[in-house]
């Protein structure tokens, strides 16, 4: 079953809890939004790491200069492409 899917049979099953329509539209618009927004920031998170990833790739050095100290240990030399 589609995550979709699963969320509509769940609130569906939550349905006889509100005494009126209203409040149920309400809750669902709510969840709906709740669960967009989740997958906004985790696309947001995903774009964020590939483009540090990238960052740090291609400027090595200028990332370890600025980081040596916030390590407890510090790494050997970082490689050079």
Not at 2 to 22: C, G, M, T, V, Y
Not at 49 to 68: E, K
């Given at each position: 079953?589609?995550?979709?899917?699963?969320?509509?049979?769940?609130?569906?099953?939550?349905?006889?809890?509100f005494s009126?329509?209203?409040?149920?539209?309400?809750f669902?618009?709510?969840v709906?939004?709740?669960i967009?927004?989740l997958e906004?920031?985790?696309?947001?998170?995903a774009?964020v790491m590939?483009?540090?990833?990238?960052?740090?790739?291609?400027?090595?050095?200028?990332?370890?200069?600025?980081?040596l100290?916030?390590?407890?240990?510090?790494?050997?030399?970082?490689?050079?492409?």
């Amino acid at each position: 079953m589609h995550p979709k899917e699963q969320l509509e049979q769940i609130l569906q099953n939550l349905r006889p809890a509100f005494s009126r329509e209203a409040a149920f539209e309400w809750f669902v618009i709510r969840v709906q939004n709740k669960i967009e927004a989740l997958e906004r920031f985790v696309i947001l998170i995903a774009l964020v790491m590939g483009i540090l990833q990238i960052l740090s790739l291609s400027m090595p050095s200028t990332i370890w200069q600025g980081f040596l100290g916030s390590f407890r240990t510090v790494p050997r030399a970082p490689v050079q492409y």
